[in-house]
């Protein structure tokens, strides 16, 4: 099997801690190493498979090497997206490319960079089955037993009640409201779509061709013409840029004939949204989540994350507060879902927190920008 790490998000919801040129995957969230580290790890820990590749945009290249570098890691390839498309044209692309490079019937992983698995054996395992089931040509997810009525998730409907091992999808479902998610968690059918996928080159792209058509064309011309460059991969700009935006979910999963799933229980969470990481998070006695210089007077069911000096808090509960050293987020946490549209205004007024660390890193090292103003700026570089 050939890993493919998927390292394209921006991470809007994790904001101001992620921004779209420092996103989550390159931050240590809840672990020693970033999530793009532990990410690689976890499959290069499992054995028997190639070297991973990395898919993610042109601005985040060289975080990807430097990272993997770091861990002591050298991905096969890093495929460069020309633009944000979704996850249905990089999966196309890339299965394009394996498909030509390593044979139709290669099997290949998809793994988002962002998700903790705490489990290696259990993850193992479930790998070792969805691979089985892979080779025999059949579309395989990873379903999650909901630990409550997420309303963040996508669900997986599966063919048979608590079904344990691999089972054919019923439905896949779009992100419920909170009564909706209620019922699915009391019918015990329904699981979390973890967004892990598992699946023969060939098998995926003939599900492009008959549920996809526009983008399997768009990306085959793109890895027509991709050109290499050392370990990255740059796909034919003009092509690619003509794919639809759409996730691999809506454009192939859900319309697809012979899909399984297989059950993960390996201590899995995506930690996509403030809610997804103060539930992920070791808590207090007040069911709060600290991280940093903080300290907590009569608060309850917080999340509270400083880098930039002390946070202090009294007679407050269920907010999350984010302090860094050029943004402050406060936040009723139980709307946490809905950060993204802040950070589209946010964006839209032009300002650079959207998109910018104070701290920017570049191939060569980072800098710190410690002051600035009318035809100045001061840096801290660091080599």
């Known amino acids: 099997m050939i890993p493919i790490i998927l390292s394209g998000g921006s991470g809007t919801r994790l904001w101001p801690l992620s921004r779209s040129l420092h996103p989550k995957q390159f931050h240590r969230l809840l672990t020693t190493r970033t999530m793009i580290q532990e990410t690689a790890s976890r499959l290069e820990s499992a054995g028997y498979w190639t070297s991973p590749w990395v898919l993610c945009n042109e601005a985040h290249r060289f975080m990807v090497a430097g990272q993997l570098e770091e ?67 059949r579309l395989v997810t990873f379903g999650i037993a909901p630990r409550s009525p997420h309303t963040g998730y996508g669900y997986l409907q599966a063919a048979a009640e608590g079904a344990k091992d691999g089972t054919p999808i019923n439905a896949f479902v779009e992100k419920p409201d909170e009564e909706t998610a209620k019922r699915y968690l009391s019918r015990g059918d329904f699981f979390w779509n973890s967004g892990m996928f598992v699946f023969r080159a060939d098998a995926i792209l003939e599900a492009f061709e008959i549920h996809a058509p526009d983008i399997l064309n768009a990306c085959r011309a793109a890895a027509a013409g991709a050109s290499q460059d050392g370990l990255f991969v740059r796909l034919l700009t003009e092509a690619f840029g003509q794919c639809r935006n759409e996730s691999i979910d809506y454009a192939v999963m859900e319309k697809a004939q012979g899909t399984m799933m297989v059950m993960l229980e390996a201590g899995w969470d995506d930690v996509g949204s403030w809610e997804a990481y103060w539930d992920a998070s070791k808590k207090d006695d007040g069911l709060n989540a600290v991280q940093g210089d903080v300290v907590c007077e009569d608060t309850q069911n917080s999340l509270i994350l400083s880098d930039s000096g002390l946070v202090a808090t009294l007679g407050v509960s ?66």
């Not at 999966?91 to 903790?116: Q, R, S, Y």
């Not at 479930?126 to 691979?131: C, K, N, P």
């Not at 907010?319 to 406060?330: E, K, S």
């Not at 910018?356 to 600035?372: A, C, K, N, T």
Request: aromatic share 6%; hydrophobic share 45%; net charge neutral.
């Open 71 to 137: 861990v002591g890691l050298a991905p096969s390839s890093i495929m460069l997206e020309p633009a944000a498309r979704g996850t249905a044209p990089a999966i196309a692309a890339a299965a394009c490319l394996i498909a030509e490079h390593h044979g139709p019937e290669t099997v290949m992983g998809l793994f988002p960079a962002d998700h903790l698995i705490r489990d290696q054996d259990r993850f193992r395992l479930a790998l070792d089955q969805a691979v089985d089931l892979a080779k025999r040509g």
């Open 318 to 383: 269920d907010l999350v507060i984010v302090n860094t050293p050029d943004a402050v987020l406060v936040a009723d946490r139980r709307r946490a879902e809905e950060l993204k549209r802040l950070v589209v205004r946010i964006s839209s007024d032009d300002r650079s927190e959207a998109s910018l660390h104070r701290r920017v890193y570049r191939p060569w090292g980072s800098y710190d920008s410690i002051d600035q103003g009318s035809g100045f700026q001061v840096k801290r570089i660091f080599v």
